[in-house]
């Protein structure tokens, strides 16, 4: 993934260094995009067609959050559009975006198809 966002380096700066503590969500759910959000957020997020972010967990190991399982969203009953970057946020809806990152492929969506992340297909790194 591409980064973090600027809501997550200044909860983490914070944490770290300023003295106030960041309670990390007991749940984290993963979004498409038709268009990338950037550190500041945004983006446009699929909508419709029986799409709904979806939970993951992840797993870090060696500088690196990955996650465990595979993540599969609804078959689509119209068209999402073409899917160009994906995003971890805090909340079901709304909330804040966490991280973020364009797909190494991007992939249009049909009514009718299933979009699915495989197990460790995200890769979350600090650098």
């Known amino acids: 993934m591409a980064g973090f966002s600027d809501y997550l380096e200044t909860a983490v700066l914070n944490h770290v260094f300023g003295g106030s503590s960041y309670s990390a969500p007991s749940t984290l759910y993963v979004a498409l995009y038709t268009a990338a959000p950037s550190d500041s957020g945004g983006g ?11 939970t993951g967990a992840f797993t870090v190991s060696g500088g690196t959050a990955s996650n465990t399982s595979a993540i599969e969203y609804a078959t689509a009953t119209a068209n999402y559009g073409t899917v160009v970057a994906v995003g971890v946020l805090d909340a079901s809806s709304g909330g804040n975006l966490l991280a973020y990152g364009t797909l190494t492929s991007s992939k249009t969506v049909s009514s009718g198809d299933v979009f699915r992340f495989n197990a460790s297909a995200l890769d979350i790194t600090l650098t």
Not at 44 to 54: D, H, K
């Open 44 to 54: 446009t997020e699929v909508s419709g067609g029986a799409y709904a972010r979806q």
